[in-house]
C-alpha cells in the first residue's frame, strides 16, 4: 500500500479544502437560526435566500446562480412549497419550466431571516477584526473572479 504522505500532498493545506471547512463553520452558526426557527434545510435557506435577492427565478436559475445540484434545489421547492412560503407559475418563455417566486408568508420569512444574517454577519466580521474580516471579503471575491469557470493548467 502506497504512504500518503510520500506524494507531497496536504488535505489540510489544500485551499479548496481549506475555503470549504471555513464556509461550514462561518455557516454553522447561522444555520442552528434557519433550523431552529423555521425547520429550514441549508438548500432550503439557499433557495429562498435567492428568491428573496432576485425575485421570481426559475429553479434551473438557482442551479446556476447558487452551485446546487438539481436534485437538491427540487427537494427544497417542494419543501418551501409545501410550507407555503413559495409558489411555482408557468413559465411564459418555456413551457417545461416553472418560475419560482416567495409567497407573502415566504417574503416575512425571507425578512427575518435577513435581518438575522445581517446581525450574524457583523457578529462574525466583529470576531475576526475589520482588517481581518475586509480583507477576507477581499481575498474571497478574488477567489471567486479568477476561478469562475475552469483553472485549466493549474499554474503548471
Known amino acids: 500500500m502506497n504512504d500518503p504522505t ?3 500532498f496536504d488535505l489540510q493545506d489544500f485551499l479548496p479544502y481549506l475555503l470549504n471547512q471555513a464556509a461550514e463553520t462561518a455557516s454553522r452558526g447561522f444555520q442552528d437560526i434557519y433550523r431552529s426557527r423555521y425547520g429550514m434545510t441549508r438548500t432550503q435557506w439557499r433557495v429562498m435566500a435567492n428568491l428573496g435577492k432576485f ?6 436559475d438557482i442551479c446556476i446562480t447558487s452551485h ?8 427544497a421547492v417542494a419543501g418551501l412549497e409545501h410550507e407555503g412560503l413559495l409558489a411555482r407559475s408557468p413559465s411564459s418563455q418555456d413551457r417545461r419550466a416553472e ?3 416567495l409567497t407573502d408568508k415566504g417574503l416575512a420569512v425571507f425578512a427575518d431571516l435577513g435581518r438575522e444574517a445581517i446581525s450574524y454577519d457583523r457578529a462574525l466580521r466583529a470576531r475576526l477584526g475589520q482588517q481581518v474580516a475586509g480583507n477576507l471579503n477581499l481575498i474571497l471575491r478574488a ?13 503548471e
Do not use: C, H
Request: aromatic content about 4%; proline content about 0%.
Open 143 to 155: 477567489v471567486i473572479s479568477e476561478t469562475n469557470g475552469s483553472v485549466g493548467d493549474y499554474g
Open 6 to 8: 510520500q506524494s507531497g
Open 55 to 60: 425575485g421570481a427565478m426559475t429553479a434551473r
Open 99 to 101: 418560475v419560482l417566486s
Open 68 to 75: 446546487i445540484e438539481k436534485t437538491k434545489v427540487s427537494r
